[in-house]
């Protein structure tokens, strides 16, 4: 046999005489409190980073996955304004980017066949 004893909490639910009537908050709509916009102005003088949420990013250009057995890789820098065009014609076209440079060297060998023997 255990000589261990259970232990007994009391409850602060066994007796009618609990008074909580002096307890109040201690800060209320009046107790002085400052007012949003200058907590606001406080924190953009100090530099404090903002907790609210970032505005949404740019949307991202859909990822081009086709299987068309090009395979080398071809970087080039141009203006934005370029690539921009670039990818207009594409998007146009529904052509993959391979196939729009394809096709643009097409046209400018075309064009310079044209004028080289339009000249001689």
Request: hydrophobic share 35%; no cysteine.
């Given at each position: 046999?255990?000589?261990?004893?259970?232990?007994v909490?009391?409850?602060?639910f066994?007796?009618?005489?609990?008074?909580?009537s002096?307890?109040?908050?201690?800060?209320?709509?009046?107790?002085?409190?400052?007012?949003?916009?200058?907590?606001?102005?406080?924190?953009?003088?100090?530099?404090?980073?903002?907790?609210?949420?970032?505005?949404?990013?740019?949307?991202?250009?859909?990822?081009?996955?086709?299987?068309?057995g090009?395979n080398?890789?071809?970087?080039?820098k141009?203006?934005?304004?370029?690539v921009?065009?670039?990818?207009a014609?594409?998007?146009?076209r529904?052509?993959?980017?391979g196939?729009?440079?394809?096709?643009a060297?097409?046209?400018?060998?075309?064009?310079?066949?044209?004028t080289?023997?339009?000249?001689?």
């Amino acid at each position: 046999m255990s000589n261990q004893r259970a232990s007994v909490r009391a409850s602060i639910f066994d007796s009618d005489d609990l008074d909580v009537s002096g307890f109040a908050p201690r800060r209320g709509p009046d107790s002085g409190a400052p007012a949003a916009e200058q907590v606001r102005a406080v924190a953009e003088a100090a530099n404090f980073r903002s907790r609210e949420a970032a505005p949404p990013p740019p949307p991202k250009r859909v990822q081009r996955r086709h299987r068309t057995g090009r395979n080398v890789q071809f970087n080039v820098k141009a203006s934005q304004e370029t690539v921009d065009a670039f990818y207009a014609i594409s998007d146009a076209r529904n052509w993959v980017l391979g196939e729009t440079l394809e096709h643009a060297l097409a046209a400018l060998k075309r064009e310079l066949a044209s004028t080289t023997t339009g000249s001689t």
